[in-house]
């Protein structure tokens, strides 16, 4: 009875401090840096997003994970976030942990996802969706929630 208990508390040991980390794709030698730039919808509420370009779209926001999520659903690390004056976060721009990745269900690359893989708690992928989608049916995974920005609607 002790053993269980020793092993259960060394894997919540080792969870914790993350030798158990979930380890996400890794940044290709020839990543794209991306520049974070502004989209404005001026057709619904003047709102303003952050947008990235990918292969010639561009992506605003669109949602968060609405269950766990798994790295099984990554195709692959395309860059990363530069950190400059036009990020939410401290500017630094050798900081090159807050990644964009593509997705394997997602083959027509509608969506791409952030995520901070430096940050171990409580933190969640961010996914952007190609503005060209917009008053378009097109497959949304399963694990994206979407958070109801009016210009996707």
Known sequence: MKTRACVA????????????RIEYPALPDDAIAF????????????ALFGMIEYN?????GYGTINNA???????????????DEN?????????????????KDDTDNNFLMEFDDSVELMNQPFFYRAIDTKGKEI??????????????N
């Open 35 to 46: 520049e974070l730039g502004t989209f404005e919808d001026t057709e619904s509420d003047d």
């Open 56 to 60: 010639g779209r561009s992506y605003i």
């Open 139 to 152: 497959k949304v995974p399963d694990y994206i929630d979407e958070l109801g920005y009016e210009f996707w």
């Open 9 to 20: 508390l060394l894997a919540g040991i080792l969870t914790i401090s993350g030798c158990g």
């Open 87 to 103: 990020s939410s976060s401290v500017a630094d721009p050798d900081y090159k942990n807050v990644r964009i990745y593509t997705l």
């Open 69 to 83: 999520f798994n790295t099984k659903y990554i195709d692959g690390c395309v860059g990363y976030v530069i950190q």
